[in-house]
Each structure stands twice: as structure tokens, then as C-alpha cells.
């Protein structure tokens, strides 16, 4: 009996051990869907109607590439179809670059290896390697390129057709090429084919020798196949001199961005390149290799003279006619704005190797010789002087991009800003300007005349009605929010469809649809759920609701019907709970359109309305707390938390402490999770950063606000606050049938909920009196820990 | 944290806390051959690494005593059966003997779901060994924020990789902080170290500051030798004595590089 009980001992003393090492799996990286109400970096999604013409409001805080399509609208020069279709491209590409990498992405090598197989019976070679290992510096580069196996490819065809498919010659033919591409990846050494005897029939011979030339140049032998090149160029007989003469320049390109010690070297070979793809240019003999030599000469002149080149681009943008060239340019174009910001985007760093073109380095780029770029530089540079400088540009010119970049930086104390307001007034609705012009204007006129900025706004919003981008809506709506001279003004405007849902993953303010193959993954379906188009609370209105209106107020947003009933849900919610922590009476109001409106609560609030006395009521009160997670005392901004009664395996239970001091990680405080991002669009209507007091408060409001939110921050973090009315409850009510489960839910909550440095005493506080009082209770057999 | 019952039962009491010594004796044990491996064991890194994202760096400026360098030499996204390889596409330069350790990053959130059967396992274990056989390396490092479901895959895939590398080649995966200390899937992994990645740690920055910030070390034993940091984060109380891996947001330069260093003092 004795050894049983020891053993009995030691097994409970492991489990426990083990046990305590253990507690609710989480998964590393947990991915939360997000709501952006305005896009700040990019348009909303898709983007086809942008990239036609309808740009709603344009940020400044936009990625270049969107500012330059808009520059060509504002000017007057819209985009062509093939330009829409290439900048798409661009755009789609840089979104998704993942894609590019795709197993399943057919590799460039295909289309050869598909023409080989036609003509030769010769075994394939195996899959062949894009990408080789650079010299002493750890990366891969992309070594043998579409171009390379397209003409492979065509090559094959022709010698096929004059040779006949399987002739020794056809296949001596491709054993060569084989060997040529077998450099494309893997390591030294590098693979050559064998010189063609003399026998052989001269395109034989002149094929190989390019072969034998290529091979140098894929195995990484660039001064080998440079002299090689250099020779077929100037053979007048070889039928490879056009492209001989480019590779010339491919090599000195190879050199100087592959294999050069430092930037003086690169920067001489690129000058080599340049000068050889000038001497192309010139020779009309060359002429099937210009289109090549163009792409080439971009490539080149980015890196070695970046200040012509930004202005050459510009000149080529900035207007119709780059066609099939659009989005490389445009692509280059904007990859050069960031050298001169030194916002160099990821992967794109460092990649001028002569010059430079760092304006805080004192280098000024030349004054009015290319307006696209002054503009682009001005549009989304908000220091002293950018104003002046905008519109300095607009008096000069006239011209409708200078008038919106200085609506865009006038603010109401510029008293150039009457003119910049009337002309942006002659707008006509249909200019791609209009809604960009309109918002600046507002903006500026809503200090002065709040009501009818408000009716105009409101008309603006009938008139575009599903025409205007979400992100451009919750802005007009952002800046009604700011004239509500009344509660159902603000409740008009508080609501707001998020312009895009993610999954949180990358960071881009991209939608994330529900992969169609993974439909049967929850978190997905969940995802497609949540891009129903419902309308939310922005930072903003969040910020209002939690720290601006007395609960009075909130009692009537709440009565009101104005707010979608989700919302009204989430308000009322907030109330109550904020009213039973401050023992205030509007508890009974806010359970009253919560025993209405709330499914899930309904109940518990019915219970709460018949509750007899202060007491009564108030320990009614903390039994729904505690069986309802997700209560808090305050909104949070964007997506609503699933699941009053949920328990959130992530902590996002009840409250955390709600003092004005910084929580213990340095994080924001929990009542100020209404806050921004940094350089948050709303910004540009709430430059102190902070909504404030709203209009339409009464008299008398603004300082009962004041005084609720400074007991409010002095409340407890949940689970202690929890945990002390409970234990005071079960004190004064010890025959209370609820108080056993309530301490077994005050033990759980300080496991689930926000603690601090009190939390544990408190968790064991309750441990013990509902063992020591509730000994046979089954909830005290289901509680055997603290925390 | 689950604290014992609390009995009236003395010698209850008293076999429980014997039988609780000893297992702590034993796991203190195990938490120091993890230092030892990290620090003076297989692969011996220096107490600083910084992590070279897919961008141009030129880190031959940096004392190969005072740091190494943790590069991102190959991106993996597993979709469907497949294994879409993304190679370093940025340069590196680096000084003459820098201690060196390839990351190799898998990603499973674009395209398909992934099958996880056993032959794309070996594509990725084949990729991982590929990325090994760099010249000059004393590590390699697997970054992959596997979820729930994906944990048996990643388990087999340590193991396959364990089996084939070097074995003076250190085995390093960086972890979520959650993983090191609300979570026990990490233990038992064929790893000679899992790095706590202590920034962009989003809802589970504030309960991972509060839990450090009280003085706790990470339970599991694997995430004792190291810590990872962004100089762009400003940390709290850590736990001291670590390797620190830092990241930076942008290109290294001379600033952020004495930052790291300063960091790597700091957390001695």
C-alpha cells in the first residue's frame, strides 16, 4: 500500500513537472488578418481602373511608379492601351515576386529543349540550371536568359530545315549547343565545345565558333569570349556579326557587374559596353540588334551616368510613345527617383556604380529641365519651402499636376491659398484630378466653413458614389468625421469599408484572396469572410469613441440607429463594460440595447436587467465579464474580434492595465490601440497626429469625458480587477451557486488574460479560497493550478 | 506558468520537490551542452552574427573576430508537390575568413497548399544541402514559421538535414519567442540551436516583454545559446550571455554596425 502511494507520488510529481513546462500550443508567426481602411502606399486593388485613368485620391506617401501614371493623367496624356497593359505587368510582377520563383512556373530552357527534341533523337541533357554561382560573393545570378534559348531555339529550326532532322551535322550541331548550355549553372570547369573540323560546312563552322564563344561566355570566361565575340564581329561573312557585336558589349557588361574588384574597375568596363552599343547604334548594318542594344544602353547609362538617364527616362515617360518600352522605363525611372531620395527600395540599393545623384550630398539635380521629375520630387516632399517651391511651378505654368501638388501642401494659413481654391474649383468632375483637387480643397475650407465643406463633401460622395475607391471614400469620410457639428453627423461618417483585407503575411497593402486551392484551409475561408465588404471603425473614430465622448454620448450613439448594427453591437459593448467598471447607471441603457440587438448576449444581458440592488447587479456584471473574453472598455479600429465569449489563445483577453504610463514591453497602451500608423494617411486632416475633442459636445461633456477616462486609466488589468470582485463576492455572497465557477474563471482568466506584476498573488487568492471553500465543487477538481 | 498543487500533506510535498530537483538537475545539464554547442562547440561562431538580407552588402569592413555573417542564400516556397527555388540574387562581399552561415528560408503561404509528402521533404532537404556545400561555411541556418500543421513536415525535414550535413557544420533554426517558451515542439529536434526572434514579434510583443521582462529565462533548452534582435527595436530585460543574431532593415553601414555591436556587449 505504502510502495503503491510512493508510486502514486513520484508519477503525480513528474506529471506535474511535465505539465509545468507546458501550457496552450502557439504556433510560431501567428498571421492576422488586417484591415487597411486607406491604402498608403499603393491604390486599392485591382488596379486596372487606376492604370486607366481613375486614380481617386493621389497619396503622396504612393510608390513612384503610381505617381508618374498619375503625372501622365494629370497632364493630359493618358496612357495607352499597350502602356495600361505593360505598366499592369510591371506592377503585378513587383506584388508578387514569389510567383516568379514557382515550381511550377515553366523554366525559359523549355521551348529549346522542345525544338531539340523534334529534330534529334540524341538524349536530353537533363534540366538545365538558370543560374550560376557568382565569384566570391555568395549570390546567383540569372545566366542564361529567355533571349538565349529563343534563339536556340529559332536556330535549331532553320539548321533543321537545311540539314534535315538527325543528320550528323544536325547533331554535332546541338552536342555543341548542349555543351554550351551545360555552363548556365553549377560550377567550374567551364564546358567548350570542340572547334568544327575543316571539313565541315561553313555554317557548320560559323555556328560553332559562336557556340565555342558562348560557352566562354556562360562559363564565366568573359575576356575569352569578348576576343571570340570580337572576332565574329568583324568576320563580314559570319551570319552571328550583329549579335557577336552586342555580345562584345554583354561581356564588359558581365565584367563590370560580376567580376570587377571595385567601382573604379566596373565603371571602366561599363564605359566599354556604352561605347561599343553607341558604335551599334551608328552602323546601320547592325540594325536587327538596335532594338537590343536600346534595352542595353538602359541597363548601362542607370548605372554610370544616373542623372542623364533619370532625365532621358522622364523625357521618354512623361508622354505617349514608349509602348512596348513603358514599364522597363518606368520601372528604371522610379528605381533612379530613390537614388536621389536615398530611398533605394530592397534589392535595388547601391546599384550605381559611377555618379550620384543623393541631393542631401549638395548635388542639385538642373532646375526646370525635366518637369516630371521636379514634380515627382516635390509631390511627396513636405519640407519648409516644398510649398512655395509647388507653387511657384503652378504660376509658372498653369499646369494642373503643380496645382494639385500645392493643394497638397497649402495649408489654411497660406494666403495663396484662395487662388489655388478657385482653380481648383474650376475642375470638371471628370478630369482625373478632381477627387485628388477636391479633398486638398476641403481640407482647407473645413476650418473656415465646416457646414458646407460637410455638404459638399456629402454630394461629392452621392454623386461618385460606387465610381470612388474605398480609400478615397474613407477619406472624404475621415474628413466629414472632422466637421460633425452633431452626434449623428459623426455617426454618419465614424463607419468605413476597408478599401483591402490581408492576411498580414507580407506587410503590402494588398487584398488577400482566399486561394482557391486552399479553400478547405480555415484560416482562408475565414479571410474571404472578412472581405465581405463591412464597414468598421478607422483609428480615427476609434479614437473619439474611447477617449472623447462621456457615456452619456455613447448612450445615445447606441439608441441611435444610425450605426450599422455590427457597430452598434461593438459601441454598446464597450459602454457597458466601461460602465459597470466605473459603477456608472448607464450599464442598465447600454444592456438594454444589447439584450436587443446582441445574439450572443442577449441572455446574459436579461439576466443583468433583472438583477435586484447595486450589488446584485454589479456581481451580475462580473459573471458575464468573466464568461465573456471579449469585453473590453473601449472599440478597437479595424476588424471586430470574433467571439464575445471566445477565449483568444493569443491573450487578446479583456483588457490590459489602462494607466497613461507605458506598458512593461514598451508597447502601445492598451485604451491607445486607437492609434495610427506612422505617417498614417488620416494624417493629412489631423496633422497634430490626434483627433481630439469633437464639436457637438455639450456643455459640461468634454470635462465629464475627461474625468471617466482618468478613472478608467486608473482600473485594473483584467484578470486582477476580476479577481479582486470576485473574491469579494464570494466573501459577501459565499451561497452564491455562481461563485465556485466564477473563481475557477478568474484562475483561468489570470492563465488567458493581461498580467502584471499583482496577477499571480491574485490567481492563487482565488486557487485557495474556492478549495478551501468549495472543496466538492466540480469546478474546483477542474481548477489545479495557478498561475 | 502551472504552479503545484498547494497541499497540507508535508511529505507529499517533499516528493514532489525531490523528484522536481532532480529533473531540474538534469535539464540544466542538457540546457548547457546547448550552450556549449553553441558557443564553443560545432560551428563556433563568434557572440555577434548579422543577418545579410536579399540585398547588396559589402561587410568587408567588419572583423571576422568580431562578428560573422548569417546570409540569406536561398528562399524555398513549397507549393502543391513543388519546391520553387529563389537563389541570392543580391551580392555579398565579405572579409577573408568570415565566419559564415547560410539561411536558407522556406516559405509555404503563395500558391497551393503543400503536399509535405516525403519526396518534397528531400527537394528541400536537397535544396538545404546544396546551399550548405558553400565554401567557407560554419553553419547553416533554417528560417521557417511553421504553423501547427506544418510541424511534423519541419521535424522530418531537421532530421533528413541532420543525417546529410557536415557534422562540423552547426544546425541552427530561428524560432518564434512563443516557441521557446509556451511550447515543447522545439525539444527533441536533431537542432544544435533554435534563435528566439525577439522583434516584428507583433500580438506577441506585449505577453513575450511582459514574460522576460519579470526575470524568466526561455523553457526550451534549444533557445538558451541565442537571441535574435533588429536594431530598429529597442528590447527590455533578455536574458544575458547569448549569441546575438541582429537583422537590419536596410543595407548595413557603419552606424547600424556599431549599434549591433553595442547590443552584443550589452547582452553579455
Not at chain 1, 561553313?202 to 565558333?209: E, V
Not at chain 1, 482562408?524 to 473614430?541: G, I, Q, R, T, V
Not at chain 1, 452598434?568 to 447600454?590: M, N, P, Q, Y
Request: aromatic fraction near 10%; proline fraction near 6%.
Amino acid at each position: 500500500m505504502a510502495m503503491r502511494r510512493w508510486k502514486k507520488y513520484c508519477a503525480v510529481g513528474l506529471l506535474a513537472f511535465f505539465l509545468y513546462l507546458s501550457s496552450p500550443t502557439s504556433g510560431c508567426g501567428p498571421f492576422f488578418p488586417q484591415a487597411y481602411f486607406v491604402t498608403s502606399k499603393l491604390p486599392d486593388f485591382p488596379l486596372k481602373p487606376y492604370a486607366a485613368g481613375e486614380v481617386g485620391i493621389v497619396l503622396p506617401s504612393y510608390s513612384r511608379s503610381y505617381l508618374v501614371v498619375a503625372y501622365r493623367y494629370f497632364s493630359g496624356k493618358p496612357l495607352a492601351a499597350d502602356e495600361q497593359t505593360a505598366v499592369l505587368k510591371l506592377w503585378n510582377e513587383r506584388l508578387s515576386a514569389s510567383r516568379d520563383f514557382s515550381d511550377e512556373k515553366p523554366l525559359s530552357s523549355q521551348a529549346w529543349l522542345d525544338e531539340r527534341a523534334k529534330v534529334v533523337e540524341l538524349a536530353a541533357p537533363g534540366e538545365i540550371q538558370e543560374f550560376k554561382s557568382a565569384p566570391e560573393s555568395y549570390f546567383q545570378y540569372q545566366n542564361c536568359l529567355g533571349d538565349s534559348f529563343a534563339t536556340a531555339a529559332a536556330t535549331i529550326r532553320d539548321r533543321a530545315a537545311k540539314w534535315r532532322s538527325n543528320t550528323p551535322v544536325l547533331v554535332d550541331w546541338v552536342r555543341g549547343q548542349d555543351t554550351v548550355f551545360a555552363n548556365c549553372g553549377g560550377l567550374p570547369p567551364v564546358n567548350i565545345p570542340e572547334a568544327a573540323p575543316a571539313s565541315a560546312p561553313p555554317l557548320l563552322r560559323a555556328d560553332r565558333t559562336y557556340q565555342i564563344a558562348a560557352a566562354e561566355f556562360y562559363g564565366g570566361r568573359f575576356e575569352d569570349a569578348e576576343n571570340a565575340f570580337r572576332a565574329i564581329s568583324n568576320d563580314g561573312e559570319s551570319p552571328w556579326r550583329p549579335i557577336a557585336a552586342l555580345m562584345v558589349a554583354r561581356c564588359e557588361i558581365r565584367f563590370g557587374t560580376l567580376a570587377s574588384g571595385n567601382a573604379g574597375e566596373a565603371a571602366e568596363h561599363l564605359r566599354a559596353a556604352e561605347k561599343q552599343l553607341r558604335a551599334i547604334e551608328a552602323d546601320d548594318s547592325l540594325r536587327e540588334v538596335h532594338p537590343g542594344v536600346r534595352r542595353l544602353l538602359d541597363f548601362v547609362e542607370f548605372r554610370i551616368h544616373p542623372v542623364e538617364q533619370l532625365h532621358e527616362l522622364a523625357g521618354r515617360i512623361a508622354g505617349p510613345g514608349e509602348g512596348e518600352y513603358f514599364a522597363q522605363s518606368l520601372s528604371d525611372y522610379s528605381a533612379l527617383l530613390g537614388e536621389v531620395r536615398g530611398q533605394a527600395s530592397e534589392g535595388s540599393e547601391s546599384r550605381l556604380i559611377a555618379g550620384t545623384l543623393d541631393r542631401k550630398s549638395g548635388e542639385k539635380l538642373p532646375a526646370h529641365q525635366d518637369d516630371l521629375t521636379e514634380w515627382s520630387l516635390n509631390y511627396d516632399d513636405f519640407s519648409p519651402g516644398s510649398f512655395d517651391g509647388a507653387f511657384g511651378e503652378w504660376k509658372r505654368t498653369q499646369s494642373v499636376p503643380w496645382l494639385v501638388a500645392s493643394l497638397t501642401k497649402a495649408s489654411s494659413r497660406d494666403s495663396d491659398s484662395a487662388f489655388l481654391i478657385a482653380a481648383a474649383r474650376k475642375l470638371p468632375v471628370d478630369s482625373p484630378a478632381y477627387l485628388t483637387a477636391t479633398f486638398a480643397r476641403l481640407r482647407l475650407e473645413a476650418g473656415v466653413n465646416p457646414r458646407a465643406t460637410a455638404e459638399e463633401l456629402d454630394r461629392v460622395l452621392k454623386d461618385g458614389n460606387s465610381g470612388i475607391p474605398k480609400s478615397s471614400r474613407n477619406l472624404f469620410l475621415g474628413l466629414g468625421m472632422k466637421t460633425a457639428d452633431s452626434l449623428e453627423a459623426f455617426l454618419r461618417y465614424a463607419p468605413r469599408v476597408p478599401s483591402a483585407v490581408t492576411d498580414g503575411t507580407d506587410g503590402l497593402e494588398v487584398p488577400s484572396t482566399a486561394d482557391e486551392d486552399r479553400r478547405t484551409d480555415a484560416y482562408n475561408e475565414k479571410l474571404e469572410k472578412l472581405s465581405a465588404p463591412n464597414p468598421y471603425f478607422d483609428w480615427d473614430s476609434a479614437q473619439v469613441l474611447d477617449r472623447e465622448l462621456p457615456l452619456n454620448v455613447l448612450v445615445e450613439a447606441v439608441e441611435s440607429k444610425s450605426l450599422p448594427a455590427a457597430l452598434r453591437i461593438e459601441v454598446a459593448r464597450a459602454g457597458w463594460t466601461r460602465a459597470v467598471l466605473l459603477h456608472d447607471d448607464s450599464a442598465l441603457k447600454f444592456a438594454s440595447v444589447l439584450a436587443e440587438l446582441d445574439g450572443d448576449l442577449r441572455p446574459a444581458m436579461e439576466e443583468f436587467q433583472k438583477a435586484q440592488g447595486a450589488n446584485e447587479q454589479h456581481y451580475a456584471a462580473i459573471w458575464i465579464l468573466l464568461r465573456n473574453p471579449g469585453l473590453r472598455p473601449y472599440v478597437v479600429p479595424g476588424l471586430l474580434r470574433e467571439g464575445v465569449a471566445r477565449t483568444d489563445s493569443y491573450r487578446d483577453n479583456w483588457w490590459c492595465g489602462l494607466s497613461a504610463t507605458a506598458g512593461q514591453d514598451g508597447g502601445p497602451r492598451e485604451i491607445d490601440r486607437a492609434n495610427p500608423r506612422p505617417e498614417d494617411p488620416l494624417f493629412s486632416i489631423y496633422p497634430e497626429r490626434t483627433v481630439g475633442s469633437p464639436r457637438f459636445l455639450g456643455d459640461g461633456e468634454m470635462e465629464k469625458a475627461t474625468s471617466e477616462l482618468a478613472a478608467l486609466r486608473a482600473s485594473d488589468t483584467a484578470p486582477n480587477y476580476l479577481a479582486k470582485e470576485s473574491l469579494a463576492w464570494a466573501k459577501a455572497w459565499h451561497d452564491d451557486a455562481r461563485v465556485p465557477e466564477a473563481l475557477y474563471l478568474v484562475v483561468r482568466a489570470t492563465r488567458y488574460g493581461c498580467n502584471d506584476a499583482d496577477t499571480s498573488r491574485l490567481s492563487r487568492q482565488a486557487f485557495v479560497s474556492l478549495h478551501e471553500n468549495y472543496p466538492e465543487d466540480p469546478f474546483t477538481a477542474k481548477t489545479k493550478y495557478w498561475y | 506558468m502551472a504552479k503545484f498543487e498547494v497541499t497540507r500533506n508535508s511529505t507529499r510535498f517533499a516528493l514532489a520537490m525531490a523528484v522536481l530537483a532532480l529533473a531540474a538537475s538534469l535539464a540544466s545539464v542538457g540546457s548547457a551542452n546547448h550552450r556549449a554547442a553553441g558557443v564553443s562547440g560545432r560551428g563556433k561562431l563568434p557572440l555577434l552574427m548579422l543577418w545579410a538580407w536579399e540585398r547588396p552588402e559589402d561587410l568587408r569592413g567588419v572583423d571576422p573576430q568580431a562578428a560573422g555573417v548569417a546570409f540569406l542564400a536561398r528562399t524555398l516556397y513549397l507549393s502543391g508537390e513543388g519546391v520553387g527555388v529563389r537563389p541570392r540574387l543580391q551580392p555579398l562581399r565579405v572579409a577573408v575568413g568570415a565566419p559564415l552561415v547560410a539561411v536558407v528560408r522556406i516559405e509555404t503561404t503563395f500558391g497551393k497548399a503543400p503536399t509535405y509528402s516525403a519526396r518534397q521533404r528531400t527537394a528541400t532537404a536537397d535544396v538545404v544541402m546544396e546551399a550548405a556545400r558553400t565554401p567557407g561555411l560554419r553553419g547553416v541556418q533554417i528560417d521557417f514559421d511553421a504553423r501547427a500543421s506544418e510541424r511534423e513536415f519541419y521535424r522530418a525535414l531537421l532530421f533528413d538535414v541532420r543525417n546529410r550535413i557536415n557534422p562540423d557544420i552547426l544546425l541552427s533554426i530561428t524560432a518564434g519567442a512563443s516557441w521557446c517558451i509556451g511550447d515543447d515542439w522545439i525539444e527533441g529536434l536533431p537542432i544544435d540551436e533554435a534563435v528566439p526572434m525577439l522583434f516584428r514579434m507583433g500580438v506577441d510583443q506585449r505577453n513575450i516583454g511582459i514574460y522576460l521582462g519579470e526575470g524568466r529565462d526561455f523553457r526550451a533548452k534549444a533557445c538558451h545559446a541565442s537571441l535574435g534582435l533588429s536594431t530598429d527595436e529597442v528590447r527590455g530585460a533578455l536574458p544575458k550571455g547569448r549569441r546575438i543574431w541582429m537583422f537590419s532593415p536596410r543595407a548595413w553601414d557603419a552606424e547600424s554596425l556599431a549599434l549591433a555591436q553595442k547590443e552584443a556587449e550589452k547582452w553579455q
